[in-house]
């Protein structure tokens, strides 16, 4: 869920994160700092800018007007504002009932790159998750409970799609489909160009379940 960030004046005064009107999106509140983070009542969210070169250094976490976090961003570098880098969104990662963190930190050819805080009830803080931050694409499955990170290749229709699920409080991979080009089926002018590779898990392991070529559509060639 996307959220709105509005800025305080100390902050340059200017938005974080711009809605759509009818997205809905909350807006700040009397008695809480920054704008509200949905699912959590009494928490705001804010900014933390470098002065020089107005980029994201970290996000600033309130309780009512009390800061109660500084959240580090993820990043060797500090993240611009050029949307959708800079922008945030909110979403149950780990499926425990409540709203997680994730600032977008770059996005190159339909690849997004994040860093996500999970919140903890028992501390009322969000965490860093270091697994989480190094996905593509990451979304969040509730009808499985898994998390699910696609990735588009170098080539034209090449992808990979990985799919986990939380054990122990760590993500652990069941599922690698990985799409990639292929000389078979197009010398003759067909369109049957890809092979789709799957490994699923078993055992605690990786192991290949399953080779197909494909189209350009996704659809099994027959042979």
């Known amino acids: ?17 711009t809605a759509s009107p009818n ?4 807006q700040s509140q009397p008695g809480v700092t920054g704008s509200p983070i949905p699912g959590l009542p009494g928490y705001g969210v804010d900014l933390g800018l470098d002065p020089a070169s107005g980029k ?3 996000l600033l976490v309130y309780r009512g007007q009390k800061q109660m976090q500084a959240l580090k961003v993820c990043t060797a570098e500090a993240v611009p504002r050029e949307s959708p880098v800079g922008t945030m969104d909110t979403a149950d990662y780990n499926f425990d009932g409540h709203y997680d963190l994730a600032l977008e930190t770059g996005f190159k050819q339909g690849n997004a790159t994040y860093c996500i ?11 860093a998750s270091p697994q989480l931050s190094q996905l593509i694409n990451v979304r ?3 009808k499985t409970k898994t998390v699910i990170s696609s990735s588009k290749g170098d080539c034209v229709g090449c992808s990979k799609q990985e799919t986990y699920r939380w054990a122990k409080g760590q993500l652990i991979p069941v599922r690698e489909v990985t799409v990639t080009q292929t000389e078979m089926g197009v010398s003759n002018g067909g ?3 890809w092979l789709r590779t799957v490994k699923e898990e078993k055992n605690g392991k990786m192991v290949f379940v399953g080779r197909d070529q494909v189209d350009s559509l996704g659809q099994v060639c027959l042979p």
């Open 1 to 17: 869920m996307r959220i709105a960030i509005l800025m305080a004046a100390a902050m340059l005064a200017a938005p974080f994160l």
């Open 23 to 26: 997205s809905g999106a909350p």
């Open 56 to 58: 994201i250094l970290e």
């Open 117 to 127: 805080w999970l919140y903890n009830p028992k501390t009322k803080r969000f965490v």
């Open 140 to 142: 969040p499955d509730p």
């Open 191 to 193: 369109d049957c160009g």
